[in-house]
Structure formats: structure tokens, C-alpha cells
């Protein structure tokens, strides 16, 4: 009898981890990165804030305006389908305020984001008078505090505005500025080395010979790790050469935290990854029952996390995306965060799986007619086809346990959207 090996086909397997164990892994063995720096708000974008913001000020500063209109006591206002005539005694914008007190039956003219002057409380919009000369005609229609933006409204002095972890988004950094910050502590930057591995990789721009193809994964990686947060150290193609690769690792780990690297991970002649791992450093698991993405290496080399993905195209930018970021997120104590959400939608086609695995399809999301998601896939799923990513709008995730899915049936779906 043929005695054959264990392959990816293989839905029971020696050593294949589940996916979710996989994850729980992964983020239990690695560790929040130490180290901070401050820098000015205008770069602090997508950085992660170390000590939470409280509001040295209140925002508004002064109870103003929100439209051009009239500003006048409340008290004042015409009761009972009655009107009342405002002497205009005055006018006030913004940075030019008036700087006296009204008496009764009198008014200001005033525009928007301008401070009230003291004993106003309210605005009347200038659509909603009549004004003869330097007199004003209301009716009873108004109310106490119409249109105006109390101080301290957006924040209050003293107040927290941004937690401790929070990834800093556009608005962020406009708030910080609003309360008058000019400098941000953030976590310090992540330091990612990233490699291509394979004697048969070529560098764009060279000629590859007859049974070379060109490198794509290292270029997907670069794009992904295209953040403010992270710094990448691109150590190019490595040969299939075990010294080489040894070396080359064990250099970079001294002043990495991270190192990926791609292709060299399955079990052929010619995939040193995993004997790299072995020698220099720590192997927690080698191969995750997921589909595309079975062979991949989590492990570290000296205090250096290391993720050996796999060689193929989409199950490089998988096995990124679904377990690798989630544990560069935690590495830059990312707790508040955008959600890269997951939601339910209906396929317009039928699936093929078989359970023991989880699967990931690239789909096509859309909202009907009838405002319901909808999800299809991108064609052929085969892990070297990278167009199926390209097409994609979202991954369709089928759980471990489950079977294949007919039309019509609701699926898993995580909009690249929240991902990237």
C-alpha cells in the first residue's frame, strides 16, 4: 500500500490548529511594545494615544451664536399670539463682541459664532424678523435659548475626550487643536520586517527566467503596513538558503519587533521557515485548519514575534489580515479603534464546503432593492489567484463546523472597508 504524507486537502491533520485557537494563541504569546514618543497633533494621526485627554478648557469657550440673526433677552419675548417691536442697539461677529449690556426692548445684531453679550440668552434668526431701520419685528413664535451653543456644550473643562489606546483618527486631531493641544504622547512605532522567501521570486523590474515569477507578496505587505504607526524594514527576497535565512533573521530580531515573512513554510524540501524557527528561535504551531492559509508559522526569534505566511498570494493577505493584525494592534495597545465590522449577508449562489475548516472566500458585497446585503463571489477562490482579492469587496468567512451554503442562505461576511 502507497503511504502518503498529510497535505492541505487534509481535513483531520497531525499538529493543524484551529483557526480561533490559532488567534487566541497568537495575542496570548505577544506582548504590548514599550516605548512612546510626543510629536506635534499634525502627525500624531493614526498613532496611538498613551494618557487619556481631558479638556483644559470648556468648547465653546462662550455661550455664541449658531446662526446671523438677533440676539435678545427671553424675558422680553411676545406672549399670547402678541408681537413686539427691538431697538437694535449694536451689532456683534466673531472676535468682535459687544461689550455692553442690553437694556429691556432692545436687541443686537449678531452672526453666527459670535459671543453673546451679557443678559442675552437667546438668537432670532434674521429670516424670522422684520427689521424698519434700526427696529426689529418679531412674533410670539420663539422660545428661551433658541439658537444659541452654550459654553461648554461640545466639552466641558475637566472632561475626558479621548481615552488612553485610542487610535487617532481627522476628527481627533481637530479636537485636540480645538482645545488648544499642540503636542500628543502616542505609542512609539511598531518595527516590521518583512521578507519574500523562494529561489524562484524575481523583484519587479528584473527579468525572471523560465520557471521564475515575479514577487508580489512583499509588495501586498508593504501596502498593508503602509500605516503612521509602523515602520518597515523591507529585507527583500531571500534565497532558499538555511544559513542565509538564519543569519538574516537573527541580525534583524535584535532590533525588530515583528518579522513576516512569506512563502517557505509547508513541508516541501525546499520551505526552510519552519527549520529557522526551530534552530534560532520558538515555534508555537505551524499549520492552521483554515482555507486559503494552512501553512503558516507563528513563533519568535530572539524577542522578535515571527509569522511565517504562506506562499501563495491570497492566503498571504488572509492569513494578514484575519490573524497577523489583530496582533500588530495589540503589540500598539490599540483598544479603541475603528470596528472592522462583521455582519450577516445573503448569498446569491451556492458555496461549496466541507466542515473541518474554516474557509475564506472573496466576495462582492452589495445592497439591493430591498436594502438587504447581498454577497457573490469573485469566481475561482484558488489561493494563487491575487485578482480574487482585487475584485473583492469583503471577505465571506464560513465557520469551522460548518457545510456548504446554499442560495439564499445568510453567511459571514467583513467588508474590507474596516480593514484597511
Known sequence: MIQTQPNCADLSETGLIHFTAAKAKILSGIQVIAGHQCVPIEQARGRTLISAISAPIDVPAHSNSAVDGYALRSADLPMDGSSAGFAVAGSASAGNPFNRTISPGQCIRIMTGAALPAGCDTVIMQERVERSGDVILLDASHRKGQNVRQAGEDMRHGEIVLSSGRLLTPPDIGLCASLGIAELTVRRKLRIAIASTGDEIYDTGSIPCASGIYDSNRYSLLAALDRPDIEVIDLGILRDQPELLLDTFNGIADHADVIISSGGVSVGDADHIKTALQTSGNIDFWKVAIKPGRPMAFGNIGNAAFFGLPGNPVAV????????????????????????????????????????????????????????????????????????????????????????????????????????
Not at 389 to 400: D, E, R, T, V, W
Open 317 to 420: 493577505l488572509v492569513t494578514f489580515y484575519l490573524l497577523v493584525l489583530p496582533a500588530l494592534e495589540k503589540m500598539l495597545s490599540i483598544t479603541d479603534s475603528p470596528i472592522a465590522p462583521m455582519m450577516k449577508a445573503r448569498a446569491l449562489q451556492a458555496i461549496r464546503k466541507r466542515p473541518g475548516r474554516t474557509q475564506v472566500q472573496r466576495g462582492i458585497l452589495q445592497c439591493n432593492e430591498q436594502r438587504e446585503w447581498t454577497v457573490k463571489t469573485t469566481g475561482k477562490q484558488g489561493s494563487g489567484i491575487l485578482r480574487s482579492m482585487s475584485l473583492a469587496n469583503a471577505f465571506i468567512i464560513l465557520p469551522h463546523h460548518s457545510a456548504s451554503v446554499r442560495e439564499g442562505d445568510w453567511v459571514d461576511v467583513q467588508p474590507f472597508a474596516g480593514l484597511w
